[in-house]
C-alpha cells in the first residue's frame, strides 16, 4: 500500500501548525467564528449536535494494522472510546475538543494519514472498491488510479473553492461495489478492442436531495489521459456549475439542466486544448509505476483452493458454517478468500467499532491478511487476504471480540448515518430504526431465508445513508415535530445502480418495524423461488403488491 | 396567515472549547444546566437574551433560541425532539453526553470556555 514520501509527510505537518494556529486565534478571538468555520471545514473538523466531530479520511478505504491501531489510540486517549466507519470510508470521531483536534491530528500523522479534504466545496476523499487487489472479477487494481487522483487533488490550488463538494470513486471490477454511478465522477476499468486497460467515465451521478445515476461521457479513456480528463470536467464544471443556489450547485444539476451532450462537447474541446498546448498534468511514468508498485499484490502462496482444516470445522461448527456462508468473498488466488467482518452486530449503532474491536482487526490483518484491512462504503471492515486454513482461527477471534456477526449482505447488515442522535443537519433519528430492524430479524435461520436485503436508512434529504440505492431504502424527516420515515422500494447500488421509489406516506417510528415485517412477509409470499431475491421479485412484479403490504388499510379501502 | 403565538424561549450554543450543549442563564453566563437557563416569556425578552449570547464570541459558537415548555418546579424542557436529543446526548448511547455526565452531581460549569458561574 502507499506510504508517504517526505514531500507528503512535510505537507501534512505544515497543514496541522498552520491549523493549530488558526485554532489559537479562534480561542483568543482573533479569528471570529465565520472566519474559523470554513478552515476548520477544510482540515475535516466539524460540530454536531453534542460535540467537535473530526472526520478522518482513510483514502479507497485502504489501511494497515498499525494504522487501525492508531486509530484506536486516539479513539481512547481523545474520544470516547471508539469511532464510526462512515458510508465514505472514512472514520469520524464524535466528541473531540477543540484543544485536542492539533495532537490528534499529529497523531493521525505519525501513521500517514489526515483529515484534509474530507469537508468543504474541494475534492473529497477518493473512494474504491473495497476488494480492491484481492477481487476474483477484477480487471486491475482501482488503487494506483485512486492514489494518483489523490495527489493530485490534493490542495489543488484550482479546485478547493469548487461550486459544491465533488466525490470520485473508482472501481476495477465488471461488478460495481464502488458505487461509481451515485459520484460526481465515476470510473470504471474496462478495457479496448485490444485489450488494454482504460476507464469509462460517467459523470453527474448523486443522491441527495436530488437523486442521479450517473451518465457514460467516455466509453474508453486511456489510462494515460486520466488526469487531464478529470480535470478538464472540473474545469468545466467549475467555470459552468451554479454558485446561485447550493441545492443546485452539484455537477450532476449542471449535466441535467445542459444536457450531457453539451457538458460532453465542453469537456472534450478542454480535454484536447489541455493536450495539445500541454497545460496539463502528465502522469510521469515512473511515478505512475512507483505508485503502482505500492499496491503490487503481496506473495501469495502457491494452495489448492480447499483445505481439510476449513472444511472440517464447516461440519462441526454450524456457527462457523453460517459465518463462512455469509462473510467470505471469492479471492483471485486459490486458498485465499476475502473476509469481511461486519461491523453489524445485532442491536449496535451501524459502522461504530470499538479501540478493542480496532486492536483486534489490527492484529489479524498484520498476522493474516497480509497487514491489510480495508472499510466498506456498506460500513464493514475487510480483511482482504486471508487464507482458508486460517480461517477458522480468525472467525473465533472476531467472534470472542463481538465482531463475529454472520449477516453480511442479509436484512440485519444495514447502512445507516449517524442521524439525529450526532448529526447536526439530520431531521430524525437513524440508528435505533436501523438496531430495531436488527434485533426484528435477529434470528439467523430467518435472515437466511429472506435472503440478499439491502436496508440503507438516512436521517435527512442529503442522504449519507444511501437510502436511495437500497431495495428498502428509509429516510427519516421532521414532520411537524415529529419523527416520520419514508420509505422507498427497488433501489440498487451496482453496476445497474437505480434510484428507489417512493412508496407512499411516511411512518412514525414505531411503524417502522411493522411495515418493513410485512414487506418481507409479501416478498416471502411473492417470490418465485427461494434464489428470486427480493430486489428482482420487485422488478418483476412492480411496486403495487409491496405497496399493498406496507398499506393494509388503504388497499382495503381502494378495494371497498 | 395568523402569526405563530409567541412559545417562552432559551438561549442554547455550543461551548467553544469542548463543543458541548450549554445553555444562557440569568446572569448572562453559560451553564450546562438546562434548568438554570433564563427563560423568555416576551420576543423583547428573547431578542436581549440572544443579544447578549452573541457578544460572547469567544465563549460559544452559534447561540440561537429554543422553544420551551415551562412545567411548574421542573424548568423548561425543549419543545422539538432535535432540542431534547442536544439536551439529552445519544438516544442510542444513554452512557455517552449530556444523559451519562450529569448523572454525576459534581458535574459542574468551571471548565466552560465563558466561565460559568456554578
Same mark, same amino acid.
Given at each position: 500500500m502507499y506510504r508517504y514520501d517526505e514531500f507528503d509527510a512535510a505537507f501534512v505537518r505544515d497543514r496541522i501548525t498552520r491549523f493549530r494556529g488558526q485554532i489559537d486565534r479562534r480561542i483568543s478571538g482573533a479569528l471570529t467564528e465565520d472566519e474559523f468555520k470554513p478552515l476548520r471545514l477544510h482540515n475535516g473538523l466539524y460540530l454536531q449536535l453534542h460535540a467537535y466531530m473530526l472526520r478522518v479520511a482513510i483514502p479507497y478505504g485502504t489501511l494497515n494494522g498499525r494504522q487501525m491501531r492508531q486509530l484506536a489510540m486516539i479513539a481512547e486517549r481523545w474520544d470516547k472510546g471508539y469511532g464510526h466507519f462512515t458510508t465514505r470510508q472514512n472514520i469520524q470521531y464524535n466528541w473531540p475538543k477543540l &484543544?485536542?483536534?492539533?495532537d490528534m491530528l499529529d497523531a493521525l500523522a505519525e501513521v500517514g494519514m489526515h483529515a484534509i479534504q474530507t469537508s468543504g466545496n474541494c475534492i473529497r476523499n477518493v473512494t474504491a472498491d473495497h476488494f480492491a487487489g484481492a477481487a476474483a472479477d477484477e480487471i486491475e487494481d482501482p488503487r494506483p488510479t485512486a492514489e494518483l487522483l489523490r495527489q493530485w487533488s490534493t490542495d489543488h490550488p484550482e479546485f478547493l473553492y469548487l461550486p459544491r463538494k465533488f466525490k470520485i470513486a473508482v472501481t476495477g471490477s465488471p461488478n460495481d461495489r464502488a458505487v461509481t454511478k451515485a459520484h460526481d465522477i465515476g470510473l470504471r476499468m474496462v478495457r479496448d478492442a485490444a485489450g488494454e486497460p482504460g476507464y469509462e467515465v460517467i459523470v453527474g451521478g448523486g443522491l441527495g436531495r436530488t437523486p442521479m445515476v450517473g451518465k457514460v461521457i467516455r466509453d474508453f479513456l486511456p489510462k494515460a489521459d486520466l488526469l487531464a480528463y478529470v480535470e478538464a470536467i472540473l474545469r468545466v464544471y467549475n467555470l459552468q456549475g451554479r454558485r446561485d443556489n447550493k441545492y443546485k450547485a452539484r455537477i450532476k444539476i449542471l449535466v441535467h439542466e445542459e444536457s450531457l451532450e453539451r457538458i460532453q462537447g465542453l469537456v472534450e474541446a478542454e480535454f484536447q486544448r489541455l493536450k495539445a498546448e500541454g497545460l496539463s498534468v502528465e502522469p510521469n511514468p515512473a511515478e505512475v509505476a512507483r505508485i503502482a508498485a505500492y499496491f503490487a499484490p503481496p506473495e501469495f502462496d502457491d494452495l489448492d483452493d480447499e483445505d481439510g482444516g476449513y472444511e472440517a470445522a464447516r461440519l462441526s461448527d454450524p456457527g462457523f458454517r453460517s459465518w463462512s456462508d455469509t462473510n467470505l468473498t471469492a479471492h483471485r488466488a486459490p486458498g485465499y478468500r476475502i473476509v469481511t467482518i461486519s461491523i453489524k452486530a445485532i442491536g449496535e449503532a451501524?459502522?461504530?467499532a470499538t479501540a478493542d474491536q480496532m486492536r483486534v482487526m489490527a492484529d489479524l490483518a498484520e498476522r493474516y491478511s497480509h497487514d491489510e484491512l480495508r472499510i466498506s $462504503?456498506?460500513?464493514?471492515?475487510?480483511?482482504?487476504h486471508v487464507k482458508l486454513a486460517d480461517l477458522p482461527t480468525v472467525s473465533a477471534a472476531l467472534k470472542e471480540a463481538g465482531l463475529g456477526t454472520a449477516n453480511v449482505g442479509l436484512i440485519s447488515d444495514i447502512i445507516a448515518c449517524p442521524g439525529m442522535d450526532y448529526c447536526a443537519l439530520a431531521t430524525a433519528r437513524s440508528i435505533p430504526i436501523a438496531q430495531d430492524i436488527a434485533k426484528h430479524f435477529a434470528d439467523p435461520a430467518y435472515a437466511e431465508t429472506i435472503g440478499e436485503m439491502k436496508i440503507k436508512i438516512s436521517g435527512c434529504i442529503n442522504a449519507c445513508g444511501h437510502h436511495h440505492v437500497a431495495h428498502i431504502g428509509i429516510l427519516g424527516l421532521d414532520k411537524a415535530g415529529r419523527e416520520n420515515y419514508q420509505i422507498t422500494l427497488g433501489g440498487d447500488h451496482t453496476e445497474t445502480? &437505480?434510484?428507489?421509489e417512493r412508496a407512499g406516506r411516511g411512518f412514525d417510528a414505531d411503524e417502522v418495524v411493522p411495515a418493513i415485517d410485512r414487506l418481507i412477509n409479501a416478498y416471502l409470499d411473492l417470490r418465485e423461488d427461494p434464489d428470486e431475491t427480493f430486489l428482482a421479485a420487485y422488478r418483476r412484479l412492480g411496486q403495487t403488491p409491496f405497496k399493498t403490504a406496507l398499506y393494509p388499510?388503504?388497499? $382495503?379501502?381502494?378495494?371497498a | 396567515m395568523p402569526k405563530k403565538p409567541f412559545a417562552p424561549q432559551i438561549v442554547s450554543a455550543n461551548d467553544l472549547l469542548a463543543g458541548d450543549v450549554v445553555y444562557l442563564d440569568r446572569t448572562g453566563?453559560?451553564? #450546562?444546566h438546562l434548568v438554570r437557563a433564563a427563560v423568555a416569556m416576551t420576543p423583547e425578552e428573547a431578542e436581549a437574551l440572544l443579544d447578549t449570547a452573541v457578544s460572547q464570541p469567544a465563549a460559544v459558537v452559534g447561540p440561537y433560541l429554543v422553544d420551551v415548555d415551562l412545567t411548574p418546579g421542573e424548568g423548561p424542557t425543549p419543545v422539538h425532539? #432535535?432540542?431534547?436529543? #442536544?439536551e439529552q446526548g445519544p438516544s442510542n448511547r444513554p452512557d455517552l453526553g449530556r444523559q451519562a455526565d450529569f448523572?454525576?452531581?459534581?458535574?459542574?460549569?468551571?471548565a466552560l470556555s465563558g466561565g460559568g458561574a456554578w
Open positions: &484543544t485536542d483536534v492539533g451501524p459502522g461504530d $462504503h456498506e460500513q464493514n471492515v475487510v480483511l482482504p445502480l &437505480t434510484i428507489g388499510a388503504e388497499a $382495503h379501502d381502494r378495494a | 453566563t453559560w451553564t #450546562r425532539f #432535535r432540542e431534547s436529543f #442536544r448523572s454525576d452531581a459534581a458535574v459542574s460549569d468551571a
